[in-house]
């Protein structure tokens, strides 16, 4: 990350100015899809975890989030326009803060003490993307088949057993748990940041940084356990 207050001998105070005010704009953008990515995900998480308390609920909320209106015209869009933004913003940020390292800015925050999870925020981001690649594989696009293109009528009541079955296979398990412990880490690192970046800076900062990264720790975690518990519990065909 460039440091704010540091200048590169080659720029000028104008030119200097001007990148750090593009790149702290950046990170206001990254921050923001960030956060609102987030929220996805504990709504995600919240409907997922009742297929392991109460199936039937499970099958209303897949049921109502597969066929509402407003959820599949409104929503899912500007969710998956939130994905693919963050992804690209993420390399460009990645890619700017290279240059700066290269043109040797006399400060770095990603120095020896930042941590793993801070100096592997690509690396982290590149595998949850390939997660949702695998993801959406499994999901959205049987989802997709069996709504448009094969045109089956509605069945509220088979979202359950689709998604048990899913966790059968020890392989999808595996990846699905390697998933999970890096976006921890990724939750770890970008969440808390996210809210530096957005400029969050009062008597309440400490606290949120507490609930981030019990967030970070307490989601990935209950998705691993969605899974484990399918896979331990399958149900006939
Ligand atoms: C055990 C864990 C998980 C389960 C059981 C699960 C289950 C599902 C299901 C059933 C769908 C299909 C929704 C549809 O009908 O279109 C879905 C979609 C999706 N999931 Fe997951 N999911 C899990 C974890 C995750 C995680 C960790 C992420 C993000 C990092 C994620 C991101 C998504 C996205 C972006 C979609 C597409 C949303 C949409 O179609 O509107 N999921 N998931």
Do not use: C
Request: a positive charge; zero cysteines.
């Amino acid at each position: 990350m460039i440091a704010l207050g540091v200048t590169f001998a080659g720029l000028n105070e104008k030119e200097d100015m001007s990148l750090l005010s593009s790149s702290v704009m950046r990170k206001f953008a990254m921050a923001l899809s960030g956060l609102f990515l987030v929220v996805f995900l504990a709504q995600h998480f919240v409907i997922n975890i009742t297929s392991v308390i109460a199936p039937d609920v499970f099958n209303q909320w897949s049921h109502f989030m597969g066929t509402n209106g407003l959820v599949q015209g409104i929503l899912q869009p500007i969710l998956i326009f939130g994905v693919v933004f963050h992804f690209i913003m993420g390399f460009v940020l990645e890619i700017q803060n290279r240059r700066a390292r290269v043109m040797r800015y006399v400060q770095y925050k990603g120095g020896a003490s930042a941590s793993w999870a801070s100096r592997n925020m690509i690396i982290s981001g590149a595998v949850v993307l390939a997660f949702l690649g695998l993801h959406f594989y499994d999901f959205w696009w049987p989802e997709i088949m069996h709504k448009y293109i094969e045109t089956h009528p509605e069945d509220p009541t088979r979202y359950y057993a689709e998604t048990v079955h899913k966790f059968e296979n020890p392989v999808r398990v595996g990846l699905y748990a390697t998933a999970f412990v890096l976006l921890a880490l990724h939750l770890w690192h970008g969440f808390a940041s996210s809210f530096q970046s957005v400029g969050f800076d009062n008597k309440y900062a400490k606290g949120l940084k507490g609930f981030t990264k019990f967030f970070a720790v307490f989601i990935p975690l209950g998705f691993l356990f969605i899974a484990l518990y399918h896979h331990l519990n399958p149900i006939a065909h």
